[in-house]
């Protein structure tokens, strides 16, 4: 599975941004689908997924703020983000997990939230 993000930036804070990830077939063949953040100095952590049943999960960083999303005529996930935070500053990747296959990792997209 190919992905490709796009939508990163810079936005002050309180600000928003919306992130899409395209997949390069229908999404209702990858059983998970979601977004991962790596800030400067800090390991890869997990943001939100969503599953083919529409199952999310959100870590509670950004829990009420965050909202992922899916187009399935588009083959894309987005991720909408609200209140941004300078801790949310990091590059967002795309991911997805396909059980054929395992994980796939689109090639990240840099969010800065300035004070």
């Known amino acids: 599975v190919q992905l490709q993000a796009s939508g990163g930036g810079l936005v002050q804070t309180g600000g928003s941004l919306r992130l899409s990830c395209v997949a390069s077939?229908?999404?209702?063949?990858?059983?998970?689908m979601g977004w991962y953040r790596q800030a400067p100095g800090k390991q890869r952590e997990l943001v939100t997924t969503?599953?083919?049943?529409?199952?999310?999960f959100y870590a509670d960083s950004v829990k009420g703020r965050f909202t992922i999303s899916r187009d399935i005529a588009k083959n894309t996930v987005s991720l909408q983000m609200n209140s941004l935070k300078p801790e949310d500053t990091a590059v967002y990747y795309c991911y997805g997990w396909k059980k054929e296959v395992g994980a796939s990792w689109g090639q990240g997209t840099l969010v800065t939230v300035s004070s």
């Open positions: 077939e229908n999404i209702f063949r990858i059983n998970v």
């Open positions: 969503i599953t083919i049943g529409a199952t999310t």
